[in-house]
Every structure is written in structure tokens, then in C-alpha cells.
């Protein structure tokens, strides 16, 4: 069973840094695609940044230049470096393992930007 653990959402303020991490089990880590998804309230989900197991990366305009994903596949672990935070970066970040072109989620960590 495949089990994706998000944690170090909170409250930051603008232009402040944060990382989460997402601890993955169940799936061979080092060839799976990750990624971390937010959902902001009343809007879709949408892709924040991937990285390959290859380590190929990819992100949103929105967030490069100040966002990287990262992987220690030793440790089965996705993190996402979130710095100069801005308060439309206020969503709910979900972890997302792509293992043999199947999907999962994790339950998503709260970030909170104040102006």
C-alpha cells in the first residue's frame, strides 16, 4: 500500500522560507516521479514542481526562481524549498508519487502566507 506522509506546512510571512518534506513507502522510490501539487480554496488543484527519478526537474511560472524540489532516495523523501513566499502561495500542498503510471496523494500540509 502506498503511503506519501507530507509535513512543515504552517504560518510564514511574506517573504519568508519553508520547506516541506514528503516521506513516500510502498513504492520503489528511486525510479517514481514525485511531485508536489496545491490546491487553493475554490480553485483547481495545479502543478507545482515534479522531479523525475532520473532528476529531471519542471515548475509552474509561478513558483520558479523561488521554489525547488529536491529527493533524497535514500530516505525515500521529496522535499519542496519554498522561499520569498508570497500570500497567493497560501494553498494546501500535496505530495504525488507516480509508480509504474500509477497516481498517488498524499493528505495535503497547510501553508499559510500573511502579508
Known amino acids: 500500500q502506498v503511503q506519501l506522509v507530507e509535513s512543515g506546512g504552517g504560518l510564514v510571512q511574506a517573504g519568508g522560507s519553508m520547506r516541506l518534506s514528503c516521506v513516500a513507502s510502498?513504492?520503489?522510490?528511486?525510479?517514481?516521479?514525485m511531485g508536489w501539487y496545491r490546491q487553493a480554496p475554490g480553485k483547481q488543484r495545479e502543478l507545482v514542481a515534479r522531479?523525475?527519478?532520473?532528476?529531471?526537474?519542471n515548475y509552474a511560472d509561478s513558483v520558479k526562481g523561488r521554489f525547488t524540489i529536491s529527493r533524497e532516495n535514500a530516505r525515500s523523501t521529496v522535499y519542496l524549498q519554498m522561499n520569498s513566499l508570497k500570500p497567493e502561495d497560501t494553498s494546501v500542498y500535496y505530495c504525488?508519487?507516480?509508480?509504474?503510471?500509477?497516481?498517488?496523494w498524499g493528505t495535503g500540509t497547510l501553508v499559510t502566507v500573511s502579508s
Open positions: 504525488n508519487a507516480v509508480h509504474y503510471g500509477v497516481n498517488s
Open positions: 510502498g513504492i520503489i522510490f528511486s525510479i517514481s516521479s
Open positions: 522531479i523525475t527519478g532520473g532528476g529531471g526537474t
